[in-house]
C-alpha cells in the first residue's frame, strides 16, 4: 500500500526535522528558556516517530483486510496463506483484524489462532514507547515552565 508507506515516510521526516531541532539545542545561541523547548521539541520528535510506526502498521493490516475476498485465491486471507506451510495453514476458518493493537490474527476451525505476521509485535511496542516518550516529554516540559514560572514569582 503506496498511501501508508508515504504517510511513514512524511511522518519520519517530520521525527527527522525535529531531531534536528534537538541537536540545534546543543549550540551556542540557544533561545532561552531552554529546557522546556528542548523537552517540547523532543516530544514532538517522539510524536512523529510513534505515527510514523503505527502508520506503518496500520496500513499492513489494512491491505491485509482489503485483501480479503478480492479475486480468486483470496479467501482464506492471503496474509494466513503466505509464508506458512500446509500443516500451519490447514482448517482455517477466518481472520480477525485489529487496528488498537495491530494485529492480523488467522483462527483455525478448532478456535485455535496464529498470527498472521509477527512484525506487528514490534510496531506495536514500538509506536506505544514512543507516544508514551512524547507524552511524558510533553508533561516534562509544562513542569519545567510551571517550575520557572514559580521560581521567578518567589525570587520577585
Same mark, same amino acid.
Not at 506503518?56 to 506458512?84: D, H, K, N, Q, T
Not at 516540559?141 to 514559580?150: C, D, I
Given at each position: 500500500?503506496?498511501? $501508508?508507506l @508515504?504517510? *511513514?515516510?512524511?511522518? &519520519?521526516?517530520g521525527?527527522l526535522?525535529?531531531a534536528?531541532?534537538?541537536?540545534?539545542?546543543a549550540?551556542?545561541?540557544?533561545?532561552?528558556?531552554?529546557?522546556?523547548?528542548?523537552l517540547?521539541r523532543?516530544a514532538?520528535m517522539?510524536a512523529?516517530?510513534a505515527?510514523s510506526?503505527?502508520s506503518l502498521?496500520?496500513f499492513?493490516v489494512?491491505?491485509?483486510e482489503?485483501?480479503f $475476498?478480492e @479475486?480468486? *485465491?483470496?479467501?482464506? &486471507?492471503?496474509?494466513c496463506?503466505?509464508?506458512?506451510d500446509?500443516d500451519?495453514?490447514?482448517?482455517?476458518?477466518h481472520?480477525?483484524?485489529?487496528?488498537l493493537?495491530?494485529?492480523?490474527?488467522?483462527v483455525r476451525q478448532?478456535?485455535?489462532?496464529y498470527?498472521?505476521?509477527?512484525?506487528?509485535?514490534w510496531m506495536n511496542?514500538a509506536?506505544?514507547s514512543?507516544a508514551?516518550s512524547?507524552a511524558g516529554?510533553?508533561i516534562?516540559?509544562?513542569?519545567?515552565t510551571?517550575?520557572?514560572?514559580?521560581r521567578s514569582a518567589a525570587v520577585?
Amino acid at each position: 500500500m503506496l498511501i $501508508g508507506l @508515504g504517510i *511513514s515516510v512524511i511522518c &519520519a521526516l517530520g521525527a527527522l526535522v525535529a531531531a534536528a531541532g534537538v541537536v540545534a539545542m546543543a549550540f551556542p545561541g540557544r533561545p532561552e528558556p531552554w529546557m522546556p523547548l528542548l523537552l517540547r521539541r523532543a516530544a514532538t520528535m517522539f510524536a512523529w516517530a510513534a505515527v510514523s510506526v503505527y502508520s506503518l502498521g496500520f496500513f499492513a493490516v489494512l491491505e491485509s483486510e482489503w485483501e480479503f $475476498g478480492e @479475486g480468486a *485465491s483470496s479467501v482464506p &486471507a492471503r496474509a494466513c496463506l503466505e509464508g506458512f506451510d500446509r500443516d500451519t495453514t490447514e482448517g482455517l476458518s477466518h481472520h480477525r483484524a485489529s487496528y488498537l493493537p495491530l494485529r492480523f490474527d488467522c483462527v483455525r476451525q478448532d478456535g485455535s489462532l496464529y498470527t498472521a505476521d509477527p512484525s506487528y509485535l514490534w510496531m506495536n511496542w514500538a509506536s506505544m514507547s514512543c507516544a508514551l516518550s512524547a507524552a511524558g516529554l510533553a508533561i516534562g516540559a509544562g513542569y519545567a515552565t510551571e517550575f520557572r514560572a514559580r521560581r521567578s514569582a518567589a525570587v520577585s
